[in-house]
């Protein structure tokens, strides 16, 4: 007989994104992002808790890029994390190389330490693979539909205790026009599963992109 | 109340007029699927060169007007075929290996390439032949130029001009003048990248 573990937690919410980009002279950017987390239900041992809305936090990120390559970037920067009662502190730092070819594959290693009074520093490497296929046709064009695939794996350490969170995210795209996309998908997170308490956060996520140009 | 605040913010970006600028590129490709809704004209030409369904149909319209192309492997090479509405071949080009192109030539085509450039390297050959149906199709399976054709050479390269680094698009005469240069402009990827 093997010990069967018990059932990962489960988790789901809804996750609006609002991004603006800002491409700058010389390959500069400037990247803006608001999200916030909202719970809609969280597996507990008592079920008459485990529905209902609960606000968890917003995240402010503010990042400065630069283009170093024809297909390379290199982007710094930080994020403010606002829960009740709490602020946390995030820096950034992230490289990102892009593949061209019949799809788009954009490939992201970063790092980034997170600060907050009430826990030990976090510190993470990470690695996402994001991909883009365009429904209609081999290139993305305005009013046409996508679909993504972002995969990231996340090493963390906080306190002395390693972590490894492993996102899994099919989205479904709307190129409005150049400027304006809107996304809707699941933002699938799995976490903790080195130290046998699983849990599985699902979110619903609503992205917004613009994209503006002052080259 | 603040929690609706939080929710909605995002929304509310939708809320800014989603216009785009008038002066702004219009393109637009997509797969035609129904090869009953190509030009006949357009089906019997490459027929004549690719037979069976490992044809891909293209439609493209811009500001210039709508055009429809056909993509197909061919004797190991890459082939796009343009034609207008009315099915009237445009041009044909194909993927060439560099040392596919007239030593001669090549010559040119890299002299001029560096008094343009610092510094540059191919990523693709291109061959375009324009011409009347009979002497294009004749020029496609010589492999040559045949009749009265004219020939272009479309080059992607990765060059470096005042200090930047970019993919540029350059046609050559098949004489190896250049005749033309254009800086390809990556299409936005915050989507994938932030």
New interface residues.
């Given amino acids: 007989m093997y010990y069967v573990n018990a059932q990962p937690q489960l988790n789901v919410g809804?996750l609006?994104?609002?991004?603006v980009?800002l491409k700058l002279q010389?390959?500069w950017e400037l990247?803006i992002?608001?999200?916030?987390r909202?719970f809609i239900y969280q597996e507990s041992q008592n079920p008459e808790d485990q529905f209902g809305?609960d606000?968890a936090l917003?995240d402010f990120t503010f990042?400065a890029?630069k283009k170093v390559?024809?297909n390379n970037?290199v982007?710094g920067g930080f994020m403010l994390r606002t829960e009740e009662g709490s602020v946390a502190y995030r820096s950034i730092q992230q490289f990102?190389f892009?593949t061209s070819g019949r799809f788009?594959?954009?490939h992201?290693i970063s790092t980034d330490q997170t600060f907050s009074s009430e826990e030990d520093t976090e510190f993470r490497l990470r690695y996402r693979i994001?991909?883009?296929f365009p429904l209609?046709?081999?290139?993305?064009?305005?009013?046409?539909f996508y679909f993504?695939f972002n995969n990231e794996y996340l090493n963390g350490i906080q306190g002395g205790r390693y972590d490894l969170e492993i996102r899994i995210i099919p989205l479904l795209?709307y190129m409005?026009?150049?400027?304006?996309?809107i996304?809707i998908g699941l933002d699938n997170r799995i976490d903790s599963f080195l130290n046998q308490e699983t849990q599985v956060t699902s979110w619903i996520a609503?992205?917004?992109?613009?994209?503006l140009n002052n080259e | 109340m603040?929690?609706i605040v939080?929710?909605a913010?995002?929304?509310l970006?939708?809320l800014?007029p989603?216009?785009?600028?008038a002066q702004?590129k219009?393109?637009?490709?997509?797969?035609v699927l129904d090869v009953e809704l190509i030009p006949g004209k357009a089906r019997l030409f490459v027929d004549s060169l690719r037979q069976g369904n490992r044809v891909k149909w293209?439609k493209e319209e811009s500001q210039t007007g709508i055009s429809v192309e056909a993509k197909f492997r061919l004797n190991k090479r890459m082939y796009s075929v343009e034609f207008d509405t009315l099915g009237r071949l445009q041009d044909v080009e194909v993927v060439i290996a560099k040392n596919e192109v007239n030593p001669i030539v090549l010559h040119t085509i890299e002299f001029h390439l560096d008094s343009l450039f610092t510094t540059w390297n191919f990523q693709k050959i291109q061959m375009q032949y324009k011409g009347v149906d009979e002497d294009v199709l004749k020029s496609i399976k010589g492999h040559k130029p045949t009749g009265n054709v004219s020939t272009y050479y479309e080059i992607v390269l990765?060059g470096r001009m005042n200090s930047?680094?970019?993919?540029y698009e350059v046609t050559v005469t098949d004489g190896g003048e250049i005749i033309y240069v254009k800086e390809i402009v990556d299409?936005?990827?915050?989507?994938?990248?932030?």
């Fill in positions: 809804i609006p994104s609002a991004n980009n010389r390959g990247n992002k608001y999200e916030s909202h809305y606000y917003s990042l890029g390559g024809i970037k982007i990102i892009s788009r594959i954009v992201r994001s991909s883009e209609d046709g081999e290139k993305l064009d305005a009013h046409e993504k795209g409005i026009n150049s400027k304006h996309k996304e609503l992205n917004w992109f613009l994209s | 603040t929690n939080r929710f913010i995002p929304l970006f939708f800014i989603i216009r785009s600028n702004e219009f393109e637009k490709e997509s797969r293209y990765k930047l680094k970019n993919l299409k936005p990827a915050e989507h994938l990248e932030y």
